[in-house]
């Protein structure tokens, strides 16, 4: 178990980052950490990932094998994506996870060097490094940004397998990381650490506008929850029941009169 | 051994950055000037290549500690469990880049010149080389006229006497 103790960072001449971080990180689920900008979640981050030193405090029980990707995986390096995996999974003792990248849907050249890769591509890179090794810990910053939506899914789908045997902590500002199964919602504040509850997944929704003669019996027949307003009646559904809601809508004699985002 | 591996890796990467090439380019050229006509006989045109490879290898090594990008750097540290590794392996591709450019700045004379350079001399110039502040000392060819054979040729180390 990763234990943070008493952790404070101050940056030269500037205001207390952390002040007091306390926290035992253990497998099981992943840890993920929220916070507003500036409000020293990389700094918590880079410190857990013993890549930075706290001001006072410390961090026991860190793994031998830690995975970091930093908030912005840096697009410009000279060697080759399979090079520079081959490179860190050697300085880790581990071999590399052959078929990570291209399960992350990779598309850039694998020979080439990494500085002619898309921002997507690099970041794919940053993650293979850091889940592809077998480390005991893994410490993602800001993983989600700039993954296409494929992309997203199969890192959820890897942080849930690796979950179970790997401390996994993560920052997102992107919403995804309130659907990761099992995991544990914390929010940092003033410098400190507390309990946060889990965000509701933002869900997108379409509104439709219905023509009917009976709006209040279509409504009723449609089962789901709307609103009649002038005759016309104002419904709100997941993209992918839209269809199926519509189809049924038309059937029942209504026209329809908008569809768009909610 | 991680500290090995982070060597090569760093190795790998400065090898593919374009700085390193301007401490090594402008060795090079200094090599190319001393030794272009007749320097005189070893060791003492050592003295004056010697003079110039102290401060490029100090930049060549400054240059292959800093040749990694900053967050890259987070990453490395954070895969070997610590600054210590990188820190010597960092010391390692130093020590490799600049031993390097020593042996050149030592070879090079020796293939150059048409004079005899016993490997005693050799040894004895490696020996200097590594104490830095104790010059390579004349050994009076030029105030005798000697090796140079009087064509002019300038005496590169400070009279000690």
Same mark, same amino acid.
């Given at each position: 178990?990763?234990?943070? $103790?008493?952790?404070?960072?101050?940056?030269?001449?500037?205001?207390?980052?952390?002040? *007091?971080?306390?926290?035992?990180? &253990?497998?099981?689920?992943?840890?993920?950490?929220?916070?507003?900008?500036?409000? *020293?979640? %990389?700094?918590?981050?880079?410190?857990?990932?013993?890549?930075?030193?706290?001001?006072?405090?410390?961090?026991?029980?860190?793994?031998?094998?830690?995975?970091?990707?930093?908030?912005?995986?840096?697009?410009?390096?000279?060697?080759?994506?399979? &090079?520079?995996?081959?490179?860190?999974? =050697?300085?880790?003792?581990?071999?590399?996870?052959? *078929?990570?990248?291209?399960?992350?849907?990779?598309?850039?050249? =694998?020979?080439?060097?990494?500085? *002619?890769?898309?921002?997507?591509?690099?970041?794919?890179?940053?993650?293979?490094?850091?889940?592809?090794?077998?480390?005991?810990?893994?410490?993602?910053? $800001?993983?989600?940004?700039?993954?296409?939506?494929?992309?997203?899914?199969?890192?959820?789908?890897?942080?849930?397998?690796? %979950?179970?045997?790997?401390?996994?902590?993560?920052?997102?500002?992107?919403?995804?990381?309130?659907?990761?199964?099992?995991?544990?919602?914390?929010?940092?504040?003033?410098?400190?650490? $507390?309990?946060?509850?889990?965000?509701?997944?933002?869900?997108?929704?379409?509104?439709?506008?219905?023509?009917?003669?009976?709006?209040?019996?279509?409504?009723?027949?449609?089962?789901?929850?709307?609103?009649?307003?002038?005759?016309?009646?104002?419904?709100? &559904?997941?993209?992918?029941?839209?269809?199926?809601?519509?189809?049924?809508?038309?059937?029942?004699?209504?026209?329809? $009169?908008?569809?768009?985002?909610? | 051994?991680?500290?090995?591996?982070?060597?090569?890796?760093?190795?790998?990467?400065?090898?593919?950055?374009?700085? @390193?090439?301007?401490?090594?380019?402008?060795?090079?050229?200094?090599?190319?000037?001393?030794?272009?006509?007749?320097?005189?006989?070893?060791?003492?045109?050592?003295?004056?290549?010697?003079?110039?490879?102290? !401060?490029?290898?100090?930049?060549?090594?400054?240059?292959?500690?800093?040749?990694?990008?900053?967050?890259?750097?987070?990453?490395?540290?954070?895969?070997?469990?610590?600054?210590?590794?990188?820190?010597?392996?960092?010391?390692?591709?130093?020590?490799? /880049?600049?031993?390097?450019?020593?042996?050149?700045?030592? @070879?090079? +004379?020796?293939?150059?010149? !048409?004079? +005899?350079?016993?490997?005693?001399?050799?040894?004895?110039?490696?020996?200097?080389? /590594?104490?830095?502040?104790? !010059?390579?000392?004349?050994?009076?060819?030029?105030?005798?006229?000697?090796? /140079?054979?009087?064509?002019?040729?300038?005496?590169?180390?400070?009279?000690? /006497?």
């Amino acid at each position: 178990m990763v234990r943070v $103790e008493g952790v404070h960072k101050r940056y030269r001449n500037g205001p207390p980052v952390l002040a *007091g971080v306390d926290l035992a990180l &253990a497998p099981g689920g992943p840890t993920v950490l929220a916070g507003g900008n500036g409000s *020293g979640k %990389s700094t918590l981050l880079r410190i857990v990932a013993g890549c930075a030193l706290p001001s006072a405090g410390r961090v026991t029980g860190r793994p031998a094998v830690v995975g970091y990707l930093p908030d912005r995986f840096p697009a410009q390096l000279r060697l080759p994506a399979d &090079a520079y995996l081959r490179h860190l999974a =050697r300085i880790r003792g581990t071999r590399p996870d052959p *078929g990570l990248l291209a399960r992350f849907g990779f598309t850039g050249p =694998r020979r080439e060097p990494m500085a *002619g890769l898309s921002k997507g591509n690099a970041q794919k890179v940053g993650l293979a490094q850091a889940l592809g090794a077998g480390a005991g810990l893994v410490v993602l910053d $800001e993983p989600w940004a700039g993954l296409d939506a494929a992309a997203a899914d199969t890192l959820a789908d890897v942080l849930g397998e690796a %979950s179970a045997g790997t401390t996994v902590l993560v920052t997102d500002h992107t919403g995804r990381a309130a659907r990761l199964a099992g995991a544990r919602h914390l929010r940092l504040r003033d410098g400190r650490v $507390e309990d946060a509850p889990a965000p509701t997944p933002v869900v997108p929704a379409v509104a439709i506008v219905l023509r009917c003669q009976d709006p209040e019996q279509v409504r009723h027949r449609l089962g789901v929850p709307g609103r009649v307003e002038d005759g016309r009646l104002h419904l709100r &559904a997941v993209p992918s029941d839209s269809d199926p809601l519509l189809f049924t809508a038309l059937r029942l004699g209504c026209s329809v $009169e908008s569809v768009g985002p909610a | 051994m991680t500290a090995v591996a982070v060597a090569r890796y760093l190795l790998a990467d400065a090898v593919r950055a374009q700085r @390193v090439v301007l401490p090594v380019v402008l060795q090079v050229a200094v090599l190319a000037v001393l030794f272009g006509g007749d320097p005189g006989r070893l060791p003492e045109p050592w003295g004056a290549s010697v003079l110039t490879l102290y !401060p490029i290898a100090a930049w060549l090594a400054l240059t292959v500690a800093h040749t990694e990008d900053p967050v890259q750097r987070d990453v490395t540290v954070a895969a070997a469990g610590g600054v210590g590794p990188v820190a010597a392996g960092t010391l390692l591709v130093a020590l490799a /880049s600049d031993l390097g450019l020593a042996v050149l700045s030592v @070879v090079w +004379p020796v293939i150059v010149t !048409p004079y +005899p350079a016993p490997p005693s001399i050799v040894l004895t110039a490696c020996w200097r080389i /590594s104490r830095p502040g104790r !010059p390579v000392r004349r050994s009076g060819c030029c105030a005798r006229g000697r090796g /140079s054979g009087g064509r002019g040729v300038p005496c590169w180390s400070a009279p000690s /006497s």
